[in-house]
């Protein structure tokens, strides 16, 4: 690293940060990428860690090793907790104790975003978010030890396990869940049978998967449905504790027992977004995030790119190819910059779709005019996922353990 070269420091290595750097692999710059773990997580299969499909490592990949070949980029192991925009430095907390310093001429922060309960932080005790390996993990732990309690206490019959939120992360965890308890555990249990019990999915809108054309939308109620889960739509949580979940309908107040819950329901700004708004008198939306200008950078500070779930522009959904296009535009503006070259187009998103796993062979698609379901459906899903997922390793395994889990019963990963 040279002290006079341009220095841009990217914060976070999900798929925003990542992305950001590769684009400037060839730019006479010096990339630092910062980020909280040594490794990137591949989010839209961390469900599938979750239900005991996946393992951890085979939707983790490390973040040295994906930037290996890239000779002007460092990575640093550190969670961003400030940003001096007068000084153009950021100050990083080290795992364990301790902090560090580093000066940037180009900040990009895309750190991402934490899960929003709407003003009800104290849900999460009781209903977990699913954004890291850590949550998975929390997850995959309280639903298969519900069915383990449920063994030692027959009496209290069969676990109810609530997933509040029906996009596509809330529509595939209530999926695999009626798959585990209908089909991966059959057999396994002397005292109860699992496939009593109840997977209800909740939500406010008035069907699931609100972003998918309403056909696609009705497919893939019509197949959760099928698969034993109770959907119940325009319904609305109004507290939740340990014992379960009170939600207002129009038919009135319902209290639901149900001592797992998962919470699915939107995101937020990080902590971190919210205090960079407040340095630079940047607006942000009703969830915390940035609202950036049509170059993806912070109003009044060109040289501060915010990418992927914690800016918002125009609508934008906080979905994976956001970041991606988002990360490869910021790279290619400041390359444009530092070679003299005029400015370019403002971001345009180029939406390649929709797509969600309901159940094993089964997975919904809205790709331009096509509208795919079922197995077709699946295949492309399944193809998406391998072809943007990082080592060949990593897709072989997943490949094959779609096969094991999907063609036989097995959940190699259900230990807890």
């Not at 364990?96 to 104290?122: E, K, N, P, W």
């Not at 585990?180 to 998967?209: C, E, K, N, T, Y």
């Not at 797992?260 to 937020?268: E, L, P, Y």
Request: charged share 20%.
């Amino acid at each position: 690293m040279s002290e006079n070269r341009h220095r841009v420091v990217i914060v976070g290595a999900g798929f925003g940060g990542l992305y950001a750097a590769r684009a400037l692999r060839k730019a006479p710059v010096d990339v630092t990428v910062i980020n909280g773990t040594n490794h990137h997580v591949f989010e839209p299969l961390i469900y599938q860690v979750a239900a005991g499909v996946l393992s951890p490592g085979e939707v983790a990949t490390p973040v040295r090793y994906a930037l290996r070949r890239q000779r002007n980029a460092e990575v640093r192991l550190g969670w961003v907790t400030g940003v001096d925009t007068t000084a153009r430095t950021v100050t990083a907390a080290v795992p364990g104790g301790g902090s560090y310093q580093v000066r940037y001429d180009t900040l990009i922060v895309a750190a991402g975003a934490t899960g929003s309960y709407f003003g009800h932080d104290g849900y999460a005790a009781h209903a977990p978010g699913l954004k890291s390996i850590g949550d998975a993990l929390d997850i995959r732990a309280r639903v298969f030890g519900a069915f383990e309690r449920a063994e030692l206490d027959p009496g209290a019959g069969a676990p109810a396990f609530v997933v509040v939120g029906a996009g596509p992360t809330g529509v595939e965890l209530a999926g695999q869940i009626a798959e585990i308890s209908r089909r991966a555990l059959r057999g396994q249990f002397r005292h109860f049978d699992p496939a009593d019990a109840r997977v209800i999915l909740l939500d406010a809108a008035d069907r699931v998967l609100p972003t998918f054309a309403p056909a696609t939308s009705a497919k893939a109620a019509r197949r959760l449905r099928k698969l034993g889960v109770d959907v119940r739509l325009d319904t609305r949580v109004v507290d939740l504790d340990a014992t379960g979940v009170k939600v207002d309908t129009t038919a009135g107040a319902e209290h639901i027992d149900a001592t797992t819950k998962i919470w699915a329901a939107g995101v937020a700004g990080t902590s971190l977004a919210r205090r960079l708004a407040e340095d630079t008198g940047a607006p942000t939306d009703r969830a915390g995030r940035i609202l950036v200008d049509p170059d993806l950078t912070v109003p009044g500070h060109p040289e501060i790119f915010v990418l992927g779930e914690a800016m918002s522009r125009d609508g934008l959904p906080g979905v994976a190819q956001v970041a991606m296009q988002g990360g490869t535009y910021a790279g290619r503006t400041i390359t444009r910059r530092l070679t003299g070259r005029p400015n370019g187009k403002p971001f345009h998103y180029f939406d390649k779709g929709n797509m969600a796993a309901v159940s094993r062979y089964f997975a919904v698609a809205d790709i331009g005019p096509l509208h795919l379901g079922g197995f077709v459906g699946w295949l492309a899903w399944l193809g998406v996922h391998l072809f943007y997922l990082r080592g060949r390793r990593n897709k072989a395994t997943v490949a094959f353990r779609q096969l094991v889990s999907f063609v036989g019963r097995d959940r190699s990963e259900s230990a807890v």
